[in-house]
């Protein structure tokens, strides 16, 4: 009869203890929740770039604030963020620049290192985005058995590039080139475009 009372305290205690460890979680949860906004990461003028829900936004603040969306659901959170005004074409246009990082693979076998240059050029007047390059380099990294029996073995290293390197010129043009070619882009103020010049 002792020894059945003492079961039953026991499970009662423990069963007290895990549901007020799981009522603290909760709590603290719901605070950082609330506590989450939109991260800002560069200003210029009147603009803000910020960040929310996997999100990189450009925020117009004036009379009513504004947002044009740069983009949404990248490989990692942006870093290195920068806006910068142009003038192209005798309009005033923003440049925003942008890096995602994401590492993929184990160490020990093959691993990869992805790192995305994002460099977008926005007409806040009309809300809209009139040029957008990603440049992509990829250092990967794998270890290359030389025997069948796995017993030697040597780390060879690659690096695999995509896209167009972008450079803005001091006179408003856009230079986007890769190994092979090379595009020279100005901007027409008419159809609020950048196009290849002749």
């Given at each position: 009869?002792?020894?059945?009372?003492?079961?039953?305290?026991?499970?009662?205690?423990?069963?007290?203890?895990?549901?007020?460890?799981?009522?603290?979680k909760a709590k603290g949860k719901a605070k950082a929740s609330v506590a989450a906004g939109p991260k800002s990461l560069a200003?210029?003028d009147n603009l803000t770039a910020n960040y929310a829900k996997s999100e990189l936004f450009l925020t117009v603040n004036g009379?009513?604030?504004?947002?044009?969306?740069?983009?949404?659901?990248?490989?990692?959170?942006?870093?290195?963020?920068?806006?910068?005004?142009?003038?192209?074409?005798?309009?005033?246009?923003?440049?925003?620049?942008?890096?995602?990082?994401?590492?993929?693979?184990?160490?020990?076998?093959?691993?990869?290192?992805?790192?995305?240059?994002?460099?977008?050029?926005?007409?806040?007047?009309?809300?809209?985005?009139?040029?957008?390059?990603?440049?992509?380099?990829?250092?990967?990294?794998?270890?290359?058995?030389?025997?069948?029996?796995?017993?030697?073995?040597?780390?060879?290293?690659?690096?695999?590039?995509?896209?167009?390197e972008c450079a803005l010129q001091p006179d408003g043009t856009v230079v986007l080139k890769n190994k092979s070619t090379q595009?020279?882009?100005?901007?027409?103020?008419?159809?609020?475009?950048?196009?290849?010049?002749?």
């Amino acid at each position: 009869m002792k020894k059945t009372i003492l079961f039953a305290l026991i499970l009662l205690f423990t069963a007290s203890i895990g549901v007020a460890q799981k009522s603290k979680k909760a709590k603290g949860k719901a605070k950082a929740s609330v506590a989450a906004g939109p991260k800002s990461l560069a200003k210029a003028d009147n603009l803000t770039a910020n960040y929310a829900k996997s999100e990189l936004f450009l925020t117009v603040n004036g009379v009513a604030s504004d947002t044009i969306s740069l983009r949404k659901n990248g490989i990692s959170d942006p870093a290195q963020v920068a806006i910068n005004p142009i003038s192209c074409g005798g309009q005033k246009l923003y440049c925003v620049t942008w890096t995602e990082n994401k590492k993929t693979g184990d160490i020990k076998t093959k691993q990869e290192d992805v790192t995305q240059k994002h460099t977008m050029i926005v007409d806040v007047a009309s809300k809209s985005k009139v040029l957008a390059n990603i440049e992509s380099a990829n250092h990967i990294t794998e270890k290359v058995y030389l025997s069948a029996d796995k017993y030697v073995s040597e780390t060879q290293e690659k690096v695999r590039r995509e896209g167009f390197e972008c450079a803005l010129q001091p006179d408003g043009t856009v230079v986007l080139k890769n190994k092979s070619t090379q595009t020279k882009l100005v901007y027409d103020a008419a159809t609020k475009k950048f196009v290849a010049k002749k």
